[in-house]
Nanobody
Framework: VQLVESGGGLVLAGGSLRLSCAAS????????MNWYRQAPGKQREFVAG???????NYADSVKGRFTISRDNAKNTVYLQMNSLKPEDTAVYFC???????WGQGTQVTVSS
């Protein structure tokens, strides 16, 4: 199993970023996929999840601002992040919903 995140960076508050996670080594289309994040000094927390058929759920802190999606033909899951806030600053991790598999993370920094 390999999960490779990309798309992080530095953005001003109110801006947008789109994260991608390219997956390989398993049957992507039947696996739920998740995004988590970990801010400095804090525990890793759930951000958003999506089932194989596209049903999504979100942490309350990102509802209405973030959108998770997937392209099963490309074995990729995305996280569109809009209206970013400084408190969204964290390392964002892609997670395979079944089994303890994680990507290396991508840094998102939101400056005020």
């Amino acid at each position: 199993v390999q999960l490779v995140e990309s798309g992080g960076g530095l953005v001003l508050a109110g801006g947008s970023l789109r994260l991608s996670c390219a997956a390989s080594g398993f049957i992507f289309s039947i696996n739920p996929m998740n995004w988590y994040r970990q801010a400095p000094g804090k525990q890793r927390e759930f951000v958003a999840g999506i089932t194989g058929v596209g049903s999504a759920n979100y942490a309350d802190s990102v509802k209405g601002r973030f959108t998770i999606s997937r392209d099963n033909a490309k074995n990729t899951v995305y996280l569109q992040m809009n209206s970013l806030k400084p408190e969204d600053t964290a390392v964002y991790f892609c997670n395979k919903g079944m089994g303890n598999y994680w990507g290396q993370g991508t840094q998102v920094t939101v400056s005020s």
